[in-house]
C-alpha cells in the first residue's frame, strides 16, 4: 500500500472509531436539575460559559484556578470572585465529582474506589503506591465496560456500556485527591499522587476525544499541572489512533502486547484481527518522542504453558528491536472464572533473562492489590444489561 492510500486509509479507520464512540456517548452534562456540571470544560469552554452570564473572560481563568488547582466544589467558598457571582454561579452551574460508593485497602496499601457515577454506572479507580519513595499512580478507568474481550482480563468479561466523560474520567482523579487531602498541595509536603496511568477499565483511545480533553486538563500548568511525562496511557493497539495521541498528547505509551504471533494474540487480544502485530509494531516506530528517556512499555501478562517459552522471548526481543523501550512481565491475576494459570517464578526469571540479556530492561512487576482484586487485569463492576460491543 502506497503511503497516501495508507493515509487515507488511516483516516477513514479514525473517523470511523469516533464516530462509533459516538454511540457509546456519557450522559449530558446538564444535571438533573438543568444546571450545568463545569468539571470537565475545557478552558474556551469554560469562558464561554461565564460570557453567557454576562461575566468578563477574565473570569474563567479564576475559576479555573479554584476548580483544578485549589478542588474547590462550592462556589461561596471562591473568595476572588464577588458575591452575586458566587450565588449566580450556584444557581445555574455546579462542579461535580463521582461519588465514592466504596472503597478497599490491600495489605499493600493499595487503594480500589468503587465510583458511582451520575446515572448510576459504576467504575473502579486504583491508587498504587510506590513501594520505595512517597509517590504513586492513579489508575484511571476511561470506560464503563471494555469492547477488547481479552481472555486473561476480568475487564474484558463485562461489557462495554458507555464511555466516560472528561468530567468523569479527570472527575476520578479529582475525587482521589479530595480522599488524600492534597488540594492545593499535599498533607506534610509529599505528594502521594504524583501519576496518572490510563490502565483501568476500558480502551482509553476508543474515547480519545474525552481522554485527550481530561488530559489536557490534568497538565495545563495553571491547574492540576502534572507534566505528560508523568502521564501514562495503556493501549492494546488502536493503532489508527496512536499517531494522533502521540501528536496531540505526547504522553507516555504502554502496550498491551502478550503475545508474538498473531495467530496467539488473535487469540488472547482479540483486537489483533483488526490491527496485526505488524502494524501494531510499525506505530510504535513512528510514536513521536520514544527515546532513551522516555521509552514505550511493551506489557506482556505472563501465562504458563501459553506465552512464556524461550523462543517467545526471543522472538519478542526480535520484534522490538530499535525500539526505545522496556518490557514490563505481569504475572498473571487470577480472578473468578479464570482458565489462565501465572508462570512459574523460575520461567518469569528465564523470560526476563532472555529480554535482559537483549539490552532491554525486563521488570517484574510486582503484584499489587491482588487480595482486593485491584491488580492488573482484575477491575470489573457488577453492573448488568451492556449493549452491543464497539467493533
Partial sequence: MSAAASALSGAAD??????????FAPPTARLADGRLDLA???????????????????????????????????????????RPLQRRLASHCAIGRPEIA??????DGTHKFLFRLRDGEKVE??????????RGAVCLSTQVGCTLSCRFCHTGTQRLRRNLSAAEIIGQFMAVRDAYGEWPSPNGGARLLS????MGMGEP??????????????????????????????????????????AELGVNLAV???????????????????????????????????SNARRITFQYVMLAGVNDADTEARELVRLIRGIPAKVNLIPFNPWPGSRFAPSSPGRLARFAAIVREAGFAAPVRTPRGRDILAACGQLRTEAAGARQALR
Wanted: with cysteine; aromatic share 8%; glycine share 6%.
Fill in 40 to 82: 470537565g470544560l475545557a478552558r474556551a469552554e469554560l469562558a464561554f460559559e461565564l460570557a453567557s452570564l454576562g461575566e468578563a473572560a477574565f473570569r474563567a481563568r479564576q475559576l479555573w484556578h479554584w476548580i483544578y488547582h485549589q478542588g474547590v466544589t462550592d462556589f461561596g467558598r471562591m473568595s476572588t470572585l464577588s
Fill in 195 to 198: 501519576n496518572i496511568v490510563l
Fill in 256 to 290: 498491551s502486547l502478550h503475545a508474538v504471533t498473531d495467530a496467539l494474540r488473535d487469540e488472547l487480544v482479540p483486537l489483533n484481527r483488526k490491527y496485526p502485530i505488524a502494524e501494531l509494531i510499525a506505530a510504535c516506530r513512528r510514536y513521536p518522542g520514544a
Fill in 125 to 134: 479507580t486504583v491508587y498504587i503506591p510506590d513501594l520505595e519513595e512517597e
Fill in 14 to 23: 479514525r473517523a470511523r472509531i469516533l464516530a462509533k464512540a459516538a454511540l
Fill in 205 to 246: 483511545l476508543y474515547n480519545y476525544e474525552a481522554v485527550a480533553a481530561a488530559m489536557r486538563i490534568a497538565m495545563d500548568g495553571e491547574g492540576i499541572a502534572l507534566s505528560r511525562r508523568r502521564i501514562t496511557l495503556s493501549t492494546s493497539g488502536v493503532v489508527p489512533m496512536m499517531d494522533r495521541c502521540g
Fill in 102 to 107: 466504596n472503597l478497599d485497602e490491600s495489605r
